[in-house]
Protein backbone atom coordinates (compact mmCIF):
# COMPACT_ATOMS: atom_id res chain seq x y z
CA UNK A 1 0.00 0.00 0.00
CA UNK A 2 0.71 3.48 0.21
CA UNK A 3 3.62 4.95 2.36
CA UNK A 4 4.43 8.22 3.11
CA UNK A 5 7.98 9.09 4.93
CA UNK A 6 8.36 12.48 6.60
CA UNK A 7 11.93 13.70 7.72
CA UNK A 8 13.20 15.34 10.08
CA UNK A 9 11.37 14.19 12.66
CA UNK A 10 12.36 17.46 14.73
CA UNK A 11 13.48 20.51 13.48
CA UNK A 12 15.12 23.79 15.58
CA UNK A 13 15.88 27.22 13.70
CA UNK A 14 16.29 30.41 14.73
CA UNK A 15 13.86 33.21 13.85
CA UNK A 16 14.24 34.55 10.50
CA UNK A 17 15.44 31.41 8.92
CA UNK A 18 13.97 28.84 6.46
CA UNK A 19 12.77 26.13 7.19
CA UNK A 20 12.87 22.72 5.17
CA UNK A 21 10.47 19.59 6.15
CA UNK A 22 10.22 17.02 3.05
CA UNK A 23 8.38 13.96 2.19
CA UNK A 24 8.76 10.74 -0.08
CA UNK A 25 5.65 8.53 -1.26
CA UNK A 26 5.38 5.27 -3.09
CA UNK A 27 2.39 4.73 -5.03
CA UNK A 28 3.09 6.73 -8.57
CA UNK A 29 -0.77 7.28 -8.77
CA UNK A 30 -0.34 9.97 -6.22
CA UNK A 31 -1.90 13.15 -7.31
CA UNK A 32 -2.40 15.33 -4.36
CA UNK A 33 -0.22 16.21 -1.69
CA UNK A 34 -1.66 18.59 1.20
CA UNK A 35 0.52 19.82 3.86
CA UNK A 36 -1.48 20.51 7.82
CA UNK A 37 -0.09 22.37 10.75
CA UNK A 38 -1.13 20.73 14.21
CA UNK A 39 -0.12 23.67 17.00
CA UNK A 40 -0.49 21.86 20.77
CA UNK A 41 -3.50 20.55 21.56
CA UNK A 42 -5.60 22.45 18.37
CA UNK A 43 -6.99 20.34 15.23
CA UNK A 44 -4.64 19.98 12.07
CA UNK A 45 -5.34 22.71 9.40
CA UNK A 46 -4.78 22.90 5.98
CA UNK A 47 -1.90 25.45 4.73
CA UNK A 48 -1.20 24.75 1.46
CA UNK A 49 -1.63 21.93 -1.14
CA UNK A 50 -0.04 20.80 -4.63
CA UNK A 51 -1.54 19.28 -7.35
CA UNK A 52 0.43 16.56 -9.52
CA UNK A 53 0.21 18.92 -12.65
CA UNK A 54 2.65 21.41 -10.76
CA UNK A 55 5.68 21.95 -9.45
CA UNK A 56 5.77 24.37 -7.42
CA UNK A 57 2.78 26.75 -5.52
CA UNK A 58 3.33 29.74 -3.23
CA UNK A 59 1.62 31.49 -0.36
CA UNK A 60 3.26 34.34 1.08
CA UNK A 61 6.15 33.12 3.54
CA UNK A 62 5.10 29.51 2.65
CA UNK A 63 5.71 27.01 -0.66
CA UNK A 64 5.51 23.50 -1.79
CA UNK A 65 7.62 21.59 -4.39
CA UNK A 66 7.07 18.32 -6.09
CA UNK A 67 9.29 15.89 -8.20
CA UNK A 68 6.85 13.64 -9.17
CA UNK A 69 10.20 11.75 -11.18
CA UNK A 70 11.55 11.19 -7.35
CA UNK A 71 8.42 10.78 -5.52
CA UNK A 72 8.86 13.41 -3.29
CA UNK A 73 7.80 16.94 -1.92
CA UNK A 74 8.83 19.55 0.27
CA UNK A 75 7.52 22.49 2.16
CA UNK A 76 9.67 25.31 2.02
CA UNK A 77 8.97 28.15 5.10
CA UNK A 78 11.08 31.51 4.55
CA UNK A 79 11.65 34.41 7.56
CA UNK A 80 10.54 31.88 10.17
CA UNK A 81 8.45 33.59 13.00
CA UNK A 82 7.49 31.99 16.58
CA UNK A 83 3.96 31.06 15.47
CA UNK A 84 5.20 28.94 12.81
CA UNK A 85 6.18 26.52 15.65
CA UNK A 86 3.88 23.40 15.50
CA UNK A 87 3.84 20.13 14.14
CA UNK A 88 3.07 19.91 10.12
CA UNK A 89 1.93 16.74 8.51
CA UNK A 90 2.04 15.63 4.80
CA UNK A 91 -0.23 13.68 3.28
CA UNK A 92 -0.44 11.74 -0.38
CA UNK A 93 -3.47 11.24 -1.63
CA UNK A 94 -5.24 9.33 -5.34
CA UNK A 95 -8.33 11.34 -6.70
CA UNK A 96 -11.07 8.95 -7.36
CA UNK A 97 -10.56 7.66 -3.71
CA UNK A 98 -9.36 10.64 -2.31
CA UNK A 99 -7.44 8.53 0.34
CA UNK A 100 -5.01 10.32 2.72
CA UNK A 101 -1.93 8.76 4.23
CA UNK A 102 -0.52 11.00 6.19
CA UNK A 103 3.53 11.14 7.37
CA UNK A 104 4.20 11.05 10.60
CA UNK A 105 5.20 14.65 11.49
CA UNK A 106 7.86 17.11 12.32
CA UNK A 107 7.99 19.41 15.29
CA UNK A 108 9.24 22.59 14.37
CA UNK A 109 10.79 25.34 16.71
CA UNK A 110 11.49 28.50 15.96
CA UNK A 111 13.97 30.27 18.55
CA UNK A 112 13.62 33.29 19.14
CA UNK B 1 -18.24 29.20 8.58
CA UNK B 2 -19.04 26.91 11.60
CA UNK B 3 -16.48 24.04 11.83
CA UNK B 4 -16.76 20.67 12.62
CA UNK B 5 -17.42 20.41 16.24
CA UNK B 6 -16.53 17.52 18.35
CA UNK B 7 -17.79 16.40 21.80
CA UNK B 8 -16.46 15.62 24.65
CA UNK B 9 -12.92 17.03 23.97
CA UNK B 10 -11.33 14.53 26.93
CA UNK B 11 -12.19 11.28 28.35
CA UNK B 12 -10.80 9.46 30.97
CA UNK B 13 -11.66 5.80 31.59
CA UNK B 14 -10.37 2.41 32.51
CA UNK B 15 -9.72 -0.78 30.08
CA UNK B 16 -12.83 -3.04 29.37
CA UNK B 17 -15.34 0.10 29.55
CA UNK B 18 -16.81 1.54 26.81
CA UNK B 19 -16.60 5.21 25.14
CA UNK B 20 -18.60 7.08 22.89
CA UNK B 21 -17.52 10.10 21.00
CA UNK B 22 -19.81 12.55 18.78
CA UNK B 23 -19.58 14.49 15.54
CA UNK B 24 -20.88 17.00 13.47
CA UNK B 25 -19.42 17.55 10.45
CA UNK B 26 -19.55 21.24 8.35
CA UNK B 27 -22.64 22.03 7.02
CA UNK B 28 -23.27 20.39 3.65
CA UNK B 29 -20.23 18.03 3.83
CA UNK B 30 -21.13 14.68 2.73
CA UNK B 31 -17.86 13.15 3.54
CA UNK B 32 -17.14 12.28 7.35
CA UNK B 33 -14.18 10.80 8.46
CA UNK B 34 -13.00 9.24 12.14
CA UNK B 35 -9.20 9.26 12.71
CA UNK B 36 -6.78 8.15 15.02
CA UNK B 37 -3.98 9.74 15.88
CA UNK B 38 -1.81 8.52 18.67
CA UNK B 39 0.70 10.75 20.35
CA UNK B 40 4.03 11.14 17.98
CA UNK B 41 2.54 9.94 15.01
CA UNK B 42 0.37 11.19 11.93
CA UNK B 43 -3.86 10.24 11.81
CA UNK B 44 -4.89 7.01 10.41
CA UNK B 45 -8.06 6.77 9.41
CA UNK B 46 -10.40 4.70 10.96
CA UNK B 47 -13.36 4.56 8.52
CA UNK B 48 -14.77 7.16 5.78
CA UNK B 49 -18.61 7.80 5.42
CA UNK B 50 -20.17 9.26 1.77
CA UNK B 51 -23.51 10.34 3.30
CA UNK B 52 -24.88 7.69 5.69
CA UNK B 53 -23.04 5.01 3.91
CA UNK B 54 -19.67 3.24 4.58
CA UNK B 55 -16.62 4.11 1.86
CA UNK B 56 -13.83 2.38 4.01
CA UNK B 57 -13.15 1.00 7.06
CA UNK B 58 -10.76 -1.36 6.56
CA UNK B 59 -8.38 0.20 9.27
CA UNK B 60 -11.55 -0.11 12.09
CA UNK B 61 -10.51 -2.97 14.31
CA UNK B 62 -14.38 -3.80 14.33
CA UNK B 63 -13.87 -6.21 17.48
CA UNK B 64 -13.76 -3.32 19.60
CA UNK B 65 -14.83 -0.02 17.59
CA UNK B 66 -18.01 0.79 15.50
CA UNK B 67 -18.88 3.88 13.94
CA UNK B 68 -22.54 4.97 12.33
CA UNK B 69 -23.92 8.22 11.15
CA UNK B 70 -27.34 7.46 10.40
CA UNK B 71 -28.87 10.38 9.24
CA UNK B 72 -25.73 11.42 7.10
CA UNK B 73 -25.24 14.11 9.10
CA UNK B 74 -23.69 13.87 12.23
CA UNK B 75 -21.66 10.13 13.73
CA UNK B 76 -20.60 8.70 16.73
CA UNK B 77 -17.75 6.25 17.23
CA UNK B 78 -17.78 4.07 19.86
CA UNK B 79 -14.94 1.72 21.13
CA UNK B 80 -16.24 -1.10 23.60
CA UNK B 81 -13.96 -3.06 25.51
CA UNK B 82 -11.35 -0.68 25.35
CA UNK B 83 -7.82 -1.34 25.45
CA UNK B 84 -4.95 0.58 26.85
CA UNK B 85 -2.87 0.82 23.27
CA UNK B 86 -6.42 3.08 22.60
CA UNK B 87 -5.08 5.90 24.34
CA UNK B 88 -4.88 8.55 21.08
CA UNK B 89 -6.49 11.89 19.96
CA UNK B 90 -9.70 10.70 17.79
CA UNK B 91 -10.22 13.46 15.30
CA UNK B 92 -13.17 13.86 13.03
CA UNK B 93 -13.16 15.44 9.49
CA UNK B 94 -15.43 16.33 6.80
CA UNK B 95 -15.12 17.22 3.70
CA UNK B 96 -16.87 18.40 0.07
CA UNK B 97 -16.66 17.28 -2.85
CA UNK B 98 -13.17 18.09 -3.00
CA UNK B 99 -11.46 16.11 -0.81
CA UNK B 100 -9.92 18.92 1.35
CA UNK B 101 -10.27 17.48 4.82
CA UNK B 102 -11.69 19.86 7.85
CA UNK B 103 -10.64 18.89 11.07
CA UNK B 104 -12.30 18.80 14.41
CA UNK B 105 -10.76 19.89 17.66
CA UNK B 106 -10.18 15.95 19.02
CA UNK B 107 -11.23 13.84 21.43
CA UNK B 108 -8.33 13.37 23.81
CA UNK B 109 -8.98 9.77 25.11
CA UNK B 110 -6.54 8.52 27.90
CA UNK B 111 -7.11 4.58 28.96
CA UNK B 112 -5.82 3.42 32.56
Known amino acids: GENVEQHPSTLSVQEGDSAVIKCTYSDSASNYFPWYKQELGKRPQLIID?????GEKKDQRIAVTLNKTAKHFSLHITETQPEDSAVYFCAASTSGTYKYIFGTGTRLKVLA | EAGVAQSPRYKIIEKRQSVAFWCNPI?????LYWYQQILGQGPKLLIQ????????DSQLPKDRFSAERLKGVDSTLKIQPAKLEDSAVYLC??????????FGPGTRLTVT
Open chain 2, 49 to 56: FQNNGVVD
Open chain 2, 27 to 31: SGHAT
Open chain 1, 50 to 54: IRSNV
Open chain 2, 93 to 102: ASSPTSGIRY
